[in-house]
């Protein structure tokens, strides 16, 4: 995000990323010594106040770790499909990244070269030129 601010400001401007309850404390001191106000930390909130939160989002962040399993769709991938948000994904490759990929619900970052994807995935959207299937079949994944 230095790199984002720094190099493209006009990028850097409109970005706003809300992290809500449990965070990687090293992750939240770096934030803050970085001085990176386009990043938010905020404590967990309810199930109705989730749902008012994602429908308030432009696009929603999906990190799986490398020590993840790559092939497991977790909780908040579920939450994200059933609100229909354009998925930014940074993982390595696996199910989930194939599901979104092949089915245009999202775009998926890697490791290596996160900060030209995230370039691309942000200029893309403020460009109205972002892929979305609104109306894929999620009932696979229904209770």
Do not use: H, W
Request: aromatic fraction near 14%; glycine fraction near 4%.
């Amino acid at each position: 995000m230095s790199k984002i601010k720094k190099d493209n400001p006009d990028v850097y401007n409109a970005l706003e990323f809300n992290f809500y309850g449990n965070t990687n404390l090293q992750f939240e001191n770096d934030v803050k010594t970085a001085n990176i106000d386009a990043i938010r930390f905020f404590d967990r909130i309810g199930t109705s106040e989730v749902k008012n939160v994602l429908k308030s989002a432009d696009m929603v962040l999906y990190i799986k770790r490398e020590e993840e399993l790559v092939n497991s769709f977790g909780s908040k991938f579920f939450e994200y499909l059933c609100a229909r948000k354009y998925i930014l994904i940074l993982s390595p490759e696996g199910k989930v990244t194939e599901y979104i990929s092949k089915n245009s619900i999202g775009f998926v970052m890697q490791k290596e070269t996160v900060y030209d994807d995230l370039i691309k995935a942000i200029n893309d959207y403020r460009k109205g030129e972002i892929q979305f299937n609104s109306t894929l079949d999620i009932c696979e994944f229904s209770c």
